[in-house]
């Protein structure tokens, strides 16, 4: 059988590949499997860091699975393919006219793969890119196919379904007229960015900030809609490279081979990393501006917190780290999103901020993970979904108001749980 490894290299697999070509592929690859009683999973791009698209079975692949079926300019309704990946669907989406509203810095993961682990962006009057499907289809445990959207009693639960429901087969977004962002991003103190963390929050589009630990610096980014007609102005080609690949890619992934030898360097060159980050302003696609290349490799860690417990939870990362000795590398990466009805996402019920934190492949993660999870459960964080945590069923249980029902909902369709493995088993029981 193939192996198979997710982006990270957090998980490794042997897997019975399937790549169906077609809707009625799907189907049939899952009644194939339920009348063998083989588990069967559908993976997306692989970029969930913990084991949630591993199976001990049948892995259906995305690639088959791709393109744009209808797209309606005047109510912004587009339906794709599950497995069509972020980038491609926006590039196609700009020429018919057309953005999503929000999403997150990393436009790599499949469609299905994005809304089930619950991926976001940031902005505090936006959710994750879930609360913009408008529909999806289902195929269940028995290959039936069902469709579901704001009429269905699988609403609430499917679009961050963990992959526990079914396999999906197709969504429907609400998107809208194409727009630009214009994107502003420059060093400020930690200090000034806490003091004045409300107010940024409120009066930018979307707004997210980067603080290197062991000192007070940080990097935020605003992003802020400009009027249609507005001529774009993006990065010059060469600040572009230098900027993004030869400073954010290539340098960066040197200085963390360095410190990788040489952990007590990590101080000094966070702080030379704000010494030397440069103020930059564009206009661009939203797309554009929405996403970054991030090619070092890392592993991750994410929690959603009430928003106003941000900087409470940012001081006690600080004094982990000057009590324990911990020299982390790379930045912590905060965005704010609004509350949203969805029974899985991080989102449900309050506006929330996002704490991540990282840590270089190459160097151990736990005991900086452990840490900063019991801090941010201090203040009922919930985990991202695709992102590594310690938590179990009964913790999360604790943490949303309606994890029974998404429960119980699993237990009827999946009564035999052919969708599941060991990490659903672990967070849904």
């Not at 007590?264 to 290349?293: E, M």
Request: glycine letters at 8%; aromatic letters at 8%.
């Amino acid at each position: 059988m193939p192996a198979w490894t997710n982006w990270a290299e957090t998980v490794r697999a042997e897997v019975i590949e399937r790549t169906p070509t077609s809707v009625a592929g799907v189907q049939h690859a899952v009644a194939e499997a339920a009348a063998a009683g083989t588990r069967i999973k559908a993976v997306g791009a692989g970029h969930s860091f913990t084991s949630i698209g591993v199976t001990d079975g049948v892995q259906l692949r995305p690639e088959g699975l791709t393109g744009v079926l209808r797209a309606d300019r005047d109510t912004g309704l587009v339906t794709v393919l599950a497995g069509t990946r972020l980038h491609e669907l926006n590039d196609t989406l700009w020429r018919l006219g057309l953005s999503m509203t929000n999403l997150g810095d990393i436009d790599v993961q499949t469609v299905a793969g994005a809304i089930s682990t619950g991926t976001h962006g940031t902005g505090a009057k936006l959710g994750g890119i879930a609360t913009q499907v408008r529909g999806l289809q289902l195929a269940l445990a028995d290959g039936q196919l069902v469709d579901v959207d704001a009429t269905s009693e699988l609403f609430a639960a499917a679009r961050v379904g963990l992959g526990a429901l079914g396999v999906i087969t197709t969504v429907t977004l609400q998107c809208e007229p194409a727009f630009a962002l214009a994107a502003s991003e420059s060093p400020e103190p930690l200090d000034a960015v806490l003091d004045g963390l409300d107010e940024l929050v409120a009066t930018n589009d979307h707004y997210e900030f980067y603080w290197f630990p062991h000192t007070r610096s940080t990097l935020t980014k605003r992003n802020n809609r400009v009027l249609p007609g507005t001529q774009l102005q993006p990065l010059g080609r060469m600040r572009h490279y230098v900027d993004d690949e030869l400073l954010a890619n290539t340098a960066f992934e040197l200085l963390n081979r360095l410190t990788t030898r040489r952990p007590a360097l990590i101080p000094r060159a966070n702080g030379l990393a704000g010494r030397l980050l440069t103020a930059r302003d564009y206009i661009d696609r939203s797309y554009r501006v929405f996403a970054s290349p991030r090619r070092v490799r890392f592993r991750e860690m994410e929690y959603a917190v009430p928003r106003a417990a941000v900087p409470h939870v940012l001081a006690e990362i600080e004094t982990y780290l000057a009590a324990s000795g911990e020299r982390i590398g790379f930045p912590v990466e905060v965005r704010f999103a609004a509350a949203d009805d969805i029974w899985l996402s991080t989102a449900h019920g309050r506006e929330s901020g996002y704490i991540a934190v990282h840590q270089y492949h190459r160097r151990d993660h736990d005991a900086y993970f452990r840490a900063v999870e019991a801090i941010a459960r201090s203040v009922d964080g919930r985990p991202h979904w695709g992102k590594l945590h310690h938590l179990r069923a009964a913790d999360l249980q604790r943490s949303y108001p309606r994890f029974d029902d998404f429960v119980a909902l699993r237990d009827r369709l999946d009564p035999q749980r052919i969708f599941s493995n060991a990490y659903l088993d672990r967070v849904l029981g």
